[in-house]
């Protein structure tokens, strides 16, 4: 049964004894083209996994925000996070199913990025229950990096036969939360030259009040047109001659480039998915999830703030029903789990997926 001692031993420690004679070494791996449907969408992803018999423990690779391939290509082919993970996870005995996102690559359907977050964590349950009837194949988890995180939450909390999850920098806060955090953080709302940081700051999260506001239904879309339509003018003017002649490539004049940008933009965080990420409190669902739940943040992670994301879960775990629930702070990592060195090389943190191929090898 769960106790509070239990609770506050786990989120007060983050001790995880790894088990020694977890990992094994595999040579040969197998690969196979896979797809599954959902809703209107058509999902295409690759299977890879060690070969011979065996029901091997797999999961699910769910990515994060944005239009991604299944490899997760963060560098111009520099850095692709889902195919690190996935050689590692396969050489430690455990199968990886990844896939191009709704819309993206070779997968179809309605664009991630205009579907809501209840209908996408939808499609990730569709893979489990593909997978699930496959005989060489074990239990079956997500692994959800950033949105990909929330996604799994959701799925976890309505699909109770998920084997298990692990967030790696899921958020834990409402999107209208992280947006306000990251227009400390990141600073991207300056929309003339003469801006402070303080004022930069001010527009970001005068911007995200009223895209919170209209998100559930209120006021607030006026301001969200002005302050898209100031940023992306300043984006324009910006702009070094040799790549704006490289976008008037593509439109007929600037005003064209503003006005086809600007609607596409608008379209964006007007859409379902947007509007979910403003509002969702990812904290209620996990409250629910009864499965075994690995929380990863990254050290120096300026999209999801570890520091602000841990209250939240503490919060949750008062009266949440997990009962197998490590979390982890991954010492020097950022959003993508790197660092600038070892971005360039291609490379995670150290100890990184050890961590996690142990964490699965002890529930498989």
């Not at 239990?139 to 790696?168: E, M, N, R, Y």
């Not at 480039?257 to 403003?278: I, K």
């Not at 020097?332 to 997926?353: I, N, Q, W």
């Amino acid at each position: 049964m769960k106790t509070k001692h239990f609770t506050l031993l786990i989120v007060l420690v983050m001790i995880f004894h790894l088990r020694a004679d977890a990992q094994n070494s595999v040579n040969e791996i197998v690969e196979e083209a896979i797809s599954f449907s959902s809703n209107e969408a058509t999902y295409n992803g690759t299977l890879s996994k060690p070969a011979g018999e065996g029901a091997f423990p797999l999961v699910i690779l769910v990515s994060g925000m944005g239009l991604q391939d299944r490899e997760w290509d963060f560098g111009a082919g520099k850095f692709k996070f889902a195919k690190i993970i996935t050689d590692y996870l396969n050489q430690s005995g455990i199968a990886v199913y990844r896939y191009d996102d709704r819309g993206y690559g070779k997968s179809t359907g309605i664009p991630e990025t205009l579907t809501s977050f209840y209908d996408l964590a939808e499609d990730v349950y569709a893979a489990a229950a593909m997978l699930n009837e496959r005989k060489d194949i074990g239990k079956v988890g997500v692994l959800g990096h950033s949105l990909g995180g929330i996604l799994s939450i959701i799925a976890a909390s309505k699909h109770p036969d998920i084997d298990f999850i692990i967030t790696l920098s899921g958020s834990y806060k409402s999107g209208g939360e992280i947006m306000m955090e990251q227009a400390i953080s990141l600073k991207r709302w300056k929309t003339a030259d003469e801006m402070t940081d303080k004022q930069v700051i001010e527009t970001g999260q005068q911007f995200v009040r009223n895209w919170v506001s209209h998100s559930n239904g209120y006021d607030g879309l006026d301001t969200v047109k002005q302050i898209l339509s100031d940023l992306l003018h300043y984006q324009i003017r910006s702009m070094s001659p040799e790549l704006l002649a490289k976008n008037l490539e593509i439109y007929k004049d600037t005003t064209d480039f503003f006005q086809q940008e600007f609607e596409a933009t608008l379209a964006y965080f007007t859409s379902p998915h947007q509007q979910s990420f403003a509002i969702y409190d990812p904290t209620e669902d996990f409250k629910k999830i009864t499965c075994p739940v690995l929380i990863l943040f990254g050290e120096k992670d300026e999209h999801v703030i570890t520091e602000t994301n841990m209250p939240k879960v503490a919060q949750a775990l008062e009266s949440a029903s997990v009962t197998d629930l490590t979390i982890r702070i991954i010492p020097e990592a950022d959003h993508a789990y790197t660092t600038e060195a070892l971005f360039a090389k291609g490379e995670v943190v150290p100890g990184l997926l050890d961590f996690i191929a142990n964490w699965i090898s002890f529930r498989k």
